[in-house]
């Protein structure tokens, strides 16, 4: 599975942004698609995953109630909606895709990396 994400870019506060992760290749219906963000100097952070076939999304802490997660299976893409993003949402994002029934907000349950894009926030 090859994975690319897009849609970074750079915003001021309170702005919002659509990322978009394009997947290609083979995968079942237990894969588990979910985007981590990575802030300059600071380890990598769940953000919110989505199950393909269910379409059913988990989220994390650290941008509850600001994002919403969903997938198009016709396009084979999933999208990551932010919303009030604000400076300490700058980061690199990036979307992961592999099989798991559990632990979704794992990093290490997942085995295919996208390129991440890069939010920025400022005034």
């Known amino acids: 599975v090859q994975l690319q994400a897009s849609g970074g870019g750079s915003v001021q506060p309170g702005d919002s942004l659509r990322l978009s992760c394009l997947m290609s290749g083979r995968t079942s219906s237990s894969y588990v698609m979910g985007w981590f963000r990575q802030a300059p100097g600071k380890e990598r952070e769940f953000v919110a995953a989505?199950?393909?076939?269910?379409?059913?999304?988990y989220y994390g802490d650290s941008m509850k109630g600001r994002c919403t997660i969903a997938a198009d299976n016709a396009k084979n893409t999933v999208y990551l909606n932010l919303y009030k993003l604000g400076p300490d949402d700058t980061a690199v994002y990036y979307c992961a895709g592999g099989m798991m029934d559990y632990g979704l907000d794992d990093l290490n349950k997942y085995d295919s990396w996208g390129q991440g894009t890069l939010v920025t926030v400022s005034s």
């Open positions: 989505i199950r393909w076939s269910h379409n059913s999304p």
